[in-house]
């Protein structure tokens, strides 16, 4: 294992992986997991490569804004590639992607443009170009930018004929979406692998290259017409709205030997069954890449020897239809088995420990400076908004998260923080505490000296407007939303109604 000088250096390289319950008998069915890329996905390889190749070429500046339209992996891979060298990313999505994507773009530091579902990705794109030349940003082009499809022939068709030539293979399996992944490898394999079948899934739904009718080239106010046997489909990042150049290139070419078309449900299905059978993680078009393969291995030939991509991690698809059977609350087994054994179930309190023998329990004994301390803050007139809390505590965040909405300044002792720690002060101050209040519990929240109680009186005092007069009466402006609702702010799990 070698040492890496930055992150960037450890895009590619990733396992192909032998299946070893879903194949069938007499057929060597491998996985390429592509999850293996620092980011997740096999757009890693393609943010690398388009940036990279814009910088030697000079038509990207040092710190030039950087723009792409994506269903969202190129997205963070950009993100990635974008920050790790210093420019500024924005990224035009099409609303419909998984919400998941925007988070981890917005985390990696890069801005989020939304276009309506509507518009398909043809419009996405579209807006995409209006944004760059208005600005004067780099437009990444995934599409069309041969350096899309390079990466791949440097990269990914290099790991495969390495780790093939010598058993061979005879199939590779994949889906497009740029055809970036198609065309670079498939013209590497025609050369070097040149007995190894190309073979292209597609959604059964929407078949643009099985249909045969070629992909009209008008471009109408810069928006590209769309095939006419595009549909909506459940396989993010494949098949778009379009037949991209790079995918038509590779079917010019004639180096796709195989098309197979593939249904949403079962694309599902094989994902769930791949990350609980073989314990491989992938998303919606890893599923349907191996759905493919599965119904190629029915038609050939005993002995074969079959390479399928997984393009991206299962994680990115948590908010979508793939994970809408997995519970999140205990399922029935699952409570049975809770209810094997006594203690800490949600049915019955754990039974309590046994009693210490003769040891008498002494009161806490409080600090006087702890006191005076808790009395000074409860009274500070400069911050009459003080919330003795705890770091980790869900209740704690969900009041802060209501104070955040409500626009009011606070004061928060965080009584576990590491300013709190030396000497247990922390633990003096809250002991002061509790014997003022008679609050054995954290949160405690006080107004103008008088304590409101922990989180649920808190909103409780809100929603009976008790507790505004008390911030009106101190000068604080509350700017509540309509609708606004304390409650919603617990954490899922705790919340009552
Ligand atoms: N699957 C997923 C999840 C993707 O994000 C993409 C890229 N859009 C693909 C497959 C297809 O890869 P390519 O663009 O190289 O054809």
Not at 80 to 104: D, I
Request: one cysteine or more.
């Amino acid at each position: 294992m070698p040492v890496y000088n930055n992150i960037l250096e450890t895009i590619g390289r990733t396992p192909a992986v032998r299946l070893n319950r879903l194949a069938p008998e007499g057929i060597e069915l491998y996985v390429k997991v592509e999850a293996a890329n620092p980011m997740g996905s096999v757009k890693d390889r393609l943010a690398l490569g388009v940036i990279e190749e814009a910088e030697r070429s000079g038509r990207l500046r040092p710190g030039q804004t950087v723009i792409e339209a994506t269903s969202g992996n190129t997205g963070i891979g950009l993100a990635m590639v974008c920050a790790q060298k210093g420019y500024p990313l924005v990224v035009v999505m099409a609303e419909n992607f998984s919400v998941e994507r925007r988070k981890l773009m917005r985390f990696l530091g890069a801005k989020i443009v939304l276009t309506p579902a509507a518009e398909k990705g043809s419009g996405m794109l579209a807006k995409a170009v209006e944004l760059a030349e208005k600005h004067d940003w780099f437009l990444c082009q995934q599409f069309e930018n041969e350096a899309n499809a390079d990466v791949h022939s440097r990269t990914t068709a290099r790991e495969i004929v390495e780790d093939f030539e010598t058993i061979g293979l005879d199939y590779w399996v994949t889906g497009f979406g740029t055809g970036g992944t198609l065309k670079g490898v498939s013209r590497v394999l025609k050369d070097k692998l040149p007995d190894t079948k190309v073979v292209v899934c597609e959604p059964d739904n929407s078949q643009l290259l099985g249909s045969g009718i070629p992909q009209p080239r008008e471009v109408v106010d810069g928006v590209t017409t769309s095939h006419p046997n595009f549909r909506p489909h459940l396989m993010q990042g494949w098949s778009p709205d379009f037949v991209a150049k790079l995918t038509e290139d590779a079917l010019k070419e004639q180096w796709i030997d195989r098309i197979v078309p593939v249904g949403g449900q079962r694309a599902l299905e094989c994902s769930r069954e791949l990350a609980s059978q073989e314990g491989i993680f992938t998303g919606i078009s890893g599923g349907a890449t191996l759905a493919g393969a599965l119904r190629l291995c029915e038609q050939i030939e005993p002995g074969s020897k079959v390479l399928c991509m997984l393009p991206d991690t299962g994680e990115r698809y948590l908010s979508t239809t793939l994970f809408e059977d997995i519970a999140v609350d205990m399922t029935e087994d699952e409570v049975a088995i809770s209810k094997s054994t006594p203690r800490f179930r949600f049915d019955r309190p754990s039974p309590p420990p046994p009693k210490p023998t003769n040891t008498p329990v002494a009161a806490p004994t409080i600090c006087p400076e702890a006191d005076d301390y808790v009395q000074t803050v409860i009274n500070d007139t400069d911050q009459p908004v003080v919330m003795f809390s705890l770091e980790w505590c869900e209740f704690c965040w969900s009041v802060r998260r209501m104070f955040k909405e409500l626009g009011i300044p606070y004061r928060s002792i965080d009584l576990d923080s590491v300013a709190y720690q030396d000497g247990n002060w922390g633990g003096r101050v809250r002991t002061a505490l509790n014997a003022r209040t008679g609050m054995a519990t954290i949160p405690q929240i006080f107004v103008g000296g008088e304590l409101i109680g922990g989180c649920t009186e808190t909103f409780d005092a809100y929603e009976g407007r008790t507790l505004q007069p008390r911030f009106a009466a101190l000068g604080i402006e509350t700017t509540a939303t309509p609708g606004f609702e304390p409650y919603s702010f617990l954490p899922k799990w705790l919340q009552t109604r």
